[in-house]
């Protein structure tokens, strides 16, 4: 009890405000332990100090976890009022106050871990900020907690800090196995991303075998819960179950690479697909998105698991969408039998992402791929939408809306190229605003985080206008986008419906909580930025508008909207200012031709080409005469006859 109350003083650091009735107590304890220690002196000599090796086999955790102690006691002075006992334990000396309750190893008492321990990133991935109560170890620079832990209390931890770098070992008392805590960075080239961040590792020299254990220490089931163990000596790593056993297969086998580079290389990059081998059955697990697929070598089919009745596609080709690179192709299994293939839909996965456009000299169209790697830094990275595809309207069909419209048609605006697509029948850029002006694309409440990156992505298609100079309208700039999207597909409207559809969901924000939308984001900061000068877009958009197709313009109410509130017109050549400008007037024909005079249109039957001196009379002036000379060679091309030959060759006699 004195030990125990020693070191709650030491570890709260209240010796110098202990309270005076603490201090009277303290005093009374010692008072009490100098009367009776010629007593206890004599006990323990008689025992042969055999109770200061039980004491010191309960207090200090090493001790504790090699069983009994033989600590070669003696007394420190002979004055029966000196409380110290010195003992030896292998190369570690032991020293104990009976008076107050001090226990020192190697000269140090009871505290906490050091700074550069608690602090290290090993530390802190496992034991969190728990505070442990330490004593010195065996070894230098070396710390063993106190006290036991887990259910039966008889788990010890250590703690080795030497040349910069911190080890830990897990004690067992019972079974006296040791167990020590392998860095998780040591699996990140080998393992896929959820063995490495789901688990903490630690390895059993005895039985040669690391256990996935979970990863906080103070899990309710730490010591037990294993989920998988890898086993050196075989070295494979297997599920740690009895029943349906697993085998992870490795990532640099070719089957591995086959699989990965063929399909699911669409889905998600490498770190965060894994397979496990149970028979002829192997289970693909893509941990990020949280969807799996079952392998089967017997049929050499794909299935999904979400969508049980449906296999992965031999051919990922769907004719639209074209150019892109990520995305995998279901076909319901009924198809391989072809049963019902009228009632049939197939289903395209695709991953979220950031969007990312690139063009090879020798390729026509553009390759669009989804950056999914962790320096784009999305929270949103586990998200997948899953579009129908209805080969009846030829059309892929979103499953969620607006999310699932929005990245549709995002999708087809990337991908899109001026010829149509082969399965729609309609450009991309059609098909996108076909998307983006129907209703499944709008909404009455604020769009989440989601949503408004896929606008932003949306807006920042349609290239950067501005006047240059920024306070004068002689001249509009145009900065089309770097990405090798054909300038032709950059359209105008892409920014102003992506505004439009923004300003209609929070027209509602009064209704919901300040956290359901999001300010200052990207979207919001792109918007009041000066980047885009909307009315120049709207001019700009207005004056394009006849080149688009109709299905890929905004809505009659967005156009009427422009028209209402755009003061710029539409453009118009100024030739006053030109250095080309002339002031010669262009003579035509007919100019002046009815100017004076009366007018007296002859008929063409009343036309005769000869003599020719005819036609230099006033009767036969030009203006007289040339309605009826158009209706004369009109009829010579039209009568069939023996003599219209000849009256042709008259006629052209008489022009020339």
Not at 79 to 106: L, P
Not at 396 to 407: A, R, V
């Amino acid at each position: 009890m004195v030990t125990t109350v020693h070191d709650n003083l030491i570890l709260g650091n209240k010796q110098q405000n202990m309270s005076v009735f603490m201090r009277n107590m303290m005093r009374q304890s010692e008072r009490v332990l100098v009367s009776i220690h010629p007593m206890v002196n004599k006990l323990l000599k008689k025992n042969s100090y055999e109770l200061l090796n039980e004491f010191a086999s309960i207090y200090w955790a090493v001790i504790r976890t090699k069983g009994k102690a033989d600590g070669k006691w003696k007394k420190r002075s002979e004055n029966i009022y000196d409380g110290w006992y010195d003992g030896q334990y292998e190369s570690n000396k032991v020293s104990i106050d009976c008076f107050n309750g001090k226990f020192v190893v190697n000269d140090h008492s009871v505290g906490f871990l050091p700074n550069n321990i608690t602090s290290d990133e090993l530390f802190q991935r496992v034991f969190g900020h728990h505070i442990f109560e330490v004593q010195r170890a065996e070894q230098d620079d070396t710390y063993i907690t106190k006290h036991g832990y887990h259910h039966d209390g008889k788990v010890h931890y250590e703690f080795n800090y030497r040349n910069y770098c911190l080890r830990i070992y897990e004690r067992h008392a019972q079974t006296n196995d040791i167990f020590e805590l392998i860095p998780a960075k040591c699996f990140e080239d080998e393992l896929a991303e959820i063995f490495v961040s789901n688990y903490s590792h630690w390895w059993n020299d005895k039985t040669k075998i690391v256990e996935f254990r979970p990863v906080h220490f103070q899990h309710e089931n730490f010591l037990h819960d294993i989920h998988y163990i890898l086993a050196i000596k075989k070295g494979f790593i297997r599920t740690n179950n009895t029943e349906n056993r697993q085998y992870l297969i490795n990532r640099s086998s070719s089957f591995f690479k086959n699989l990965f580079t063929k399909y699911f290389i669409r889905l998600d990059s490498e770190s965060y697909v894994y397979m496990l081998a149970e028979n002829d059955i192997i289970n693909i697990h893509l941990s990020r998105l949280g969807i799996a697929f079952k392998y089967s070598s017997q049929h050499n089919t794909i299935t999904s698991r979400e969508y049980s009745d449906m296999h992965v596609d031999d051919n990922q080709c769907f004719g639209t969408l074209t150019g892109l690179r990520s995305g995998l192709l279901l076909s319901p299994m009924a198809a391989i039998e072809h049963k019902n293939r009228h009632q049939l839909c197939r289903k395209l996965i695709v991953p979220y992402g950031e969007i990312r456009i690139s063009k090879k000299p020798d390729r026509y169209h553009q390759t669009v791929t989804i950056n999914r790697t962790s320096e784009s830094k999305s929270p949103f990275l586990h998200k997948y939408f899953v579009f129908n595809l209805n080969d009846r309207l030829r059309i892929l069909q979103p499953t969620d809306s607006p999310t699932g419209w929005l990245y549709l048609a995002l999708l087809h605006a990337v991908t899109s190229h001026c010829l149509p697509d082969q399965y729609t029948g309609m450009t991309g850029m059609e098909r996108s605003f076909e998307l983006l002006n129907s209703a499944g694309s709008w909404s009455d409440q604020p769009f989440d985080p989601v949503c408004r990156q896929i606008l932003l992505q949306i807006a920042i298609i349609s290239p950067q206008v501005n006047y240059y100079p920024e306070n004068n309208q002689s001249m509009e700039k145009i900065e089309w986008n770097p990405d090798y999207l054909p300038y032709s597909l950059q359209h105008f409207g892409y920014y102003l419906i992506a505004k439009k559809l923004l300003e209609a969901s929070e027209e509602w924000n009064f209704m919901y909580s300040t956290s359901a939308t999001p300010n200052n984001d990207e979207l919001e900061q792109l918007f009041k930025s000066k980047k885009y000068n909307e009315k120049l877009l709207m001019k700009l958009y207005w004056d394009y508008r006849d080149s688009y197709n109709p299905l890929a313009r905004l809505s009659p109410q967005m156009e009427a909207e422009i028209q209402r509130t755009s003061i710029a017109s539409s453009y118009k050549p100024i030739w006053e200012n030109s250095v080309c400008a002339t002031n010669y007037r262009s003579l035509r024909l007919i100019d002046n031709l009815y100017g004076s005079g009366d007018v007296d249109l002859k008929d063409s039957s009343q036309l005769r080409c000869f003599p020719l001196t005819r036609w230099l009379s006033s009767e036969y002036q030009l203006k007289n005469i040339w309605i009826g000379l158009f209706k004369l060679a009109e009829e010579l091309n039209t009568v069939e006859s023996n003599n219209s030959q000849d009256d042709v060759e008259r006629f052209e006699l008489l022009l020339d």
